[in-house]
């Protein structure tokens, strides 16, 4: 299995460069449409993402808070830039607490309502309690039945986070053979149980070569992305380059 052909990245800067080095195009890119008071990126930045037709994804900027019912018309830009550009989907943080508040109700219904192309919507844990297996997947499912009344049409996953798995003191293992998610593939600059987010490249304290391969192996994923802006220090460590 070559790994590397498994794995995107998260920086747009990088395409050109990583077709130099390795003579072949990434598997997808992930990437920031917009910064967070609402600007697109150029449209020259978008073409020369566009010319290499690959898979992509949009990051949704930090201040799309579901917590906070306004962010709707932050999300509103990202995701008409998603529609029309064929973006396969974005991915937007949830909240810490375990569970579907009032306010998150509000602004989840206010995205169904609103979405209408068939465009991914991933939902990604971040470091605390719901990077536990059985509560994120609860927590996909209350998401999935809500979206299921108001708009069944709209596709949405879940997005797990190596990183923050294993940063709020979860282990790797309890994921493996989950299907269907989109991963950021991220080791960690800081120790298990942390509870800091702070990605770093392969080898640091998450993962061996061993196992990553585990990982990978393990889960059926719409796609692997390294969250790192130096993608070539994880790939020297797996001897992919």
């Known amino acids: 299995?070559?790994?590397?052909?498994?794995?995107?990245?998260?920086?747009?800067?990088?395409?050109?460069?990583?077709?130099?080095?390795?003579?072949?195009?990434?598997?997808?890119?992930?990437?920031?449409?917009?910064?967070?008071?609402?600007?697109?990126?150029?449209?020259?930045?978008?073409?020369?993402?566009?010319?290499?037709?690959?898979?992509?994804?949009?990051?949704?900027?930090?201040?799309?808070?579901?917590?906070?019912p306004w962010c709707i018309k932050y999300f509103r830009l990202q995701y008409d830039f998603a529609v029309?550009?064929?973006?396969?989907?974005?991915?937007?943080?949830?909240?810490?607490?375990?569970?579907?508040?009032?306010?998150?109700?509000?602004?989840?219904?206010?995205?169904?309502?609103?979405?209408?192309a068939k465009v991914n919507l991933y939902f990604e844990h971040v470091v605390g309690d719901l990077a536990d297996r059985k509560l994120f997947e609860k927590t996909i499912r209350s998401i999935q039945i809500l979206k299921n009344k108001i708009n069944p049409e709209i596709p949405v996953y879940g997005c797990i986070d190596t990183c923050h798995i294993y940063s709020s003191g979860v282990d790797l293992k309890s994921y493996h053979g989950i299907e269907n998610v989109l991963v950021h593939l991220n080791d960690s600059v800081n120790p298990f149980n942390s509870k800091r987010d702070h990605h770093g490249s392969y080898g640091e304290n998450v993962f061996?070569?061993?196992?990553?391969?585990?990982?990978?192996?393990?889960i059926k994923a719409h796609d692997f992305i390294l969250e790192m802006k130096d993608f070539k220090e994880s790939f020297k460590f797996l001897e992919l380059s």
């Open 1 to 68: 299995m070559q790994i590397a052909k498994e794995i995107g990245f998260n920086y747009r800067d990088n395409i050109d460069e990583y077709i130099s080095i390795y003579n072949r195009k990434p598997k997808c890119v992930q990437f920031f449409s917009h910064d967070a008071k609402g600007n697109e990126i150029p449209e020259e930045e978008w073409k020369k993402i566009e010319k290499h037709n690959i898979t992509t994804y949009i990051h949704c900027t930090f201040n799309i808070v579901l917590e906070n």
């Open 84 to 116: 029309k550009n064929n973006i396969r989907g974005l991915v937007i943080h949830l909240p810490s607490k375990v569970g579907i508040t009032p306010r998150m109700r509000k602004t989840l219904i206010a995205i169904f309502e609103m979405a209408k």
């Open 208 to 218: 061996t070569k061993k196992s990553l391969l585990e990982f990978i192996s393990s």
